[in-house]
């Protein structure tokens, strides 16, 4: 996996979209190296670093403050990050399975052009729900109930987030109006919540999620398919 060295922040040029751009590419390295230390079984460790990246990209969007300041943060969280990869694994096939669920970077723009408001918003979309899912691995895992609503409660950040990106505004349902790309974000957190909300015993909730899903896959993706509700 390549990451940018925090040795390298250094490079940043003092002007806003240069500033935008590197909050941008520091959130998907730190992305990226949570996801690792999923598969290596850190998954305390990889909560903190998916946390470290969504304020980054947030910063990507909208940076008020002493840059030099946020860039040491930045730097630090970097360095941080790749500390934790180099300490000992935890291996177990369950952390395998959870991290090749979560969504790695590059995904849209990854070619150093200037970042846009949509790359942003997708981006967290992106960060959140990895977040979540981790949230959600540990309430199986751990039995946590808190963990769960902790999981639900990202999900439904997530589905703000997308709401923020889609093309259209005047459209009732949230998936109408998104880009083609960010449908199986959308399919993925909703498939997440029904999880969830059956873990918890709220398998009222679950099947609306289900509905939902269903629903998107008919009328967008795979005419004809369905999925079934989460077992109890």
Not at 68 to 95: G, N, V, W
Request: glycine share 4%; charged share 15%; proline share 5%.
């Amino acid at each position: 996996m390549q990451t940018m060295n925090p040795s390298q922040t250094h490079l940043l040029q003092d002007t806003p979209d240069a500033m935008s751009r590197f909050c941008f590419d520091v959130a998907m390295n730190l992305n990226n190296i949570g996801v690792s230390l999923v598969e290596e079984g850190k998954i305390s460790c990889a909560l903190s670093v998916f946390q470290d990246a969504v304020e980054a990209m947030k910063c990507s969007l909208k940076f008020n403050g002493d840059r030099a300041q946020f860039t040491m943060i930045l730097d630090e969280s970097l360095s941080r990050a790749m500390t934790a990869l180099k300490t000992p694994k935890t291996p177990h096939h369950l952390f395998h399975l959870l991290a090749s669920n979560l969504i790695l970077f590059p995904f849209g723009n990854s070619h150093g052009e200037p970042t846009t408001q949509r790359d942003t918003h997708e981006g967290c979309a992106l960060i959140v729900f990895n977040l979540a899912l981790s949230n959600q691995f540990i309430g199986y895992h751990m039995n946590q109930s808190t963990s769960m609503r902790k999981s639900l409660s990202l999900c439904c950040m997530v589905f703000s987030i997308l709401r923020a990106s889609r093309e259209q505004s005047n459209v009732q349902e949230q998936w109408q109006g998104l880009p083609t790309r960010m449908l199986p974000i959308l399919i993925d957190v909703s498939y997440c919540m029904a999880h969830a909300h059956t873990f918890l015993g709220e398998h009222g909730l679950a099947e609306e999620c289900v509905q939902q899903l269903n629903t998107i896959l008919t009328k967008t993706m795979l005419p004809g398919s369905s999925l079934p509700a989460p077992a109890a």
